[in-house]
């Protein structure tokens, strides 16, 4: 097992507005990405298409534990809405 590897965004400067105040910068997450496999882009990709394969396959492991009054009716939806 590698080591974790550790980035932080740079910090919003004040009085900035971002939808996401963890993130501010966007770019930075894919310039993160593209550093921690040392820029080779074939690999980011294969590996964020790795997630989130996994991703939905603890999706439907969930929905098949939950049952429906617990969720209220809820269903996970594996695809995103369109914007």
């Not at 974790?4 to 900035?16: I, N, R, Y």
């Not at 496999?37 to 991703?55: W, Y």
């Not at 009054?69 to 594996?78: D, E, K, Q, V």
């Amino acid at each position: 097992m590698q080591p974790a590897k550790t980035l932080e965004p740079d910090q919003a400067s004040p009085g900035q507005a971002c939808p996401d105040q963890a993130w501010p910068d966007q770019a930075w997450e894919v310039e993160a990405v593209l550093a921690w496999h040392d820029d080779n882009a074939k690999a980011a990709i294969r590996a964020l298409l790795d997630d989130c394969k996994h991703l939905r396959q603890q999706l439907a492991l969930a929905e098949s534990a939950m049952s429906r009054g617990m969720t209220r009716g809820w269903t996970p939806r594996y695809e995103r809405d369109v914007l």
